[in-house]
T-cell receptor, first 112, second 114 residues
Framework: QKEVEQDPGPLSVPEGAIVSLNCTYS??????FMWYRQYSRKGPELLMY????GNKEDGRFTAQVDKSSKYISLFIRDSQPSDSATYLC????????????FGKGTMLLVSP | GAVVSQHPSWVICKSGTSVKIECRSL??????MFWYRQFPKQSLMLMAT?????????EQGVEKDKFLINHASLTLSTLTVTSAHPEDSSFYIC??????????FGPGTRLLVL
């Protein structure tokens, strides 16, 4: 079983839809959870960062962490064509300069 | 957010030559930087952890003599792909973070070895 599982998609939605992106993980020691957005041929861009369980909202983005289920989600409200990208979840056990474990990424396509 | 730059953004080289990629933190000091490699439609694979003033820590399966890392200052780490071969063609990305909990990625360097 891989440490982090993420459906590669693609996930196609119409503009304005609510998007739900998810990752599951197996290592209960993970405490820090991130979501990155990566456009084609570009480096990943940090979107959201959460610690332990709970929700965090930033504009149209909401990140949720359920440590009991080892499940994290990223919700995008009022999706836009410019949101079309690959979304990578990442997680780590410690704060500080510890390495990240990434999911494979989900490709999102938002059509006008 | 913090800014991390990479240079060059893309490079084409002949098989057997060496290629140097620079990673710079522009508005913060980074004692630790990370180097990743990403193949098409794959996630990022950590290659090594670059530590300022000391030797890099390589992930299992990464040849340290082939991928030379130098972190000579608090704002610059370099990755040199020595004697590059076509199978080294990939997207190389570095990351660094001004805060302990977050990392920011550079724009990546696309390497094509002919």
């Amino acid at each position: 079983q891989k440490e982090v599982e993420q459906d590669p998609g693609p996930l196609s939605v119409p503009e304005g839809a609510i998007v739900s992106l998810n990752c599951t993980y197996s290592n209960s020691a993970f405490q820090y959870f991130m979501w990155y957005r990566q456009y084609s041929r570009k480096g990943p861009e940090l979107l959201m960062y959460t610690y332990s369980s709970g929700n965090k909202e930033d504009g149209r983005f909401t990140a949720q962490v359920d440590k009991s289920s080892k499940y994290i989600s990223l919700f995008i409200r009022d999706s836009q064509p410019s949101d079309s990208a690959t979304y990578l979840c990442a997680m780590t056990r410690f704060s500080g300069y510890s390495t990240l474990t990434f999911g494979k990424g989900t490709m999102l396509l938002v059509s006008p | 957010g913090a800014v991390v730059s990479q240079h060059p953004s893309w490079v084409i080289c002949k098989s057997g030559t060496s290629v140097k990629i620079e990673c710079r933190s522009l508005d913060f000091q980074a004692t630790t930087m990370f180097w990743y490699r990403q193949f098409p439609k794959q996630s990022l694979m950590l290659m090594a952890t670059s530590n300022e003033g000391s030797k890099a820590t390589y992930e299992q399966g990464v040849e340290k003599d082939k991928f030379l890392i130098n972190h000579a200052s608090l704002t610059l780490s370099t990755l040199t792909v020595t004697s590059a071969h076509p199978e080294d063609s990939s997207f190389y990305i570095c990351s660094a973070g001004p805060a302990r909990e977050t990392q920011y990625f550079g724009p990546g360097t696309r390497l094509l070895v002919l």
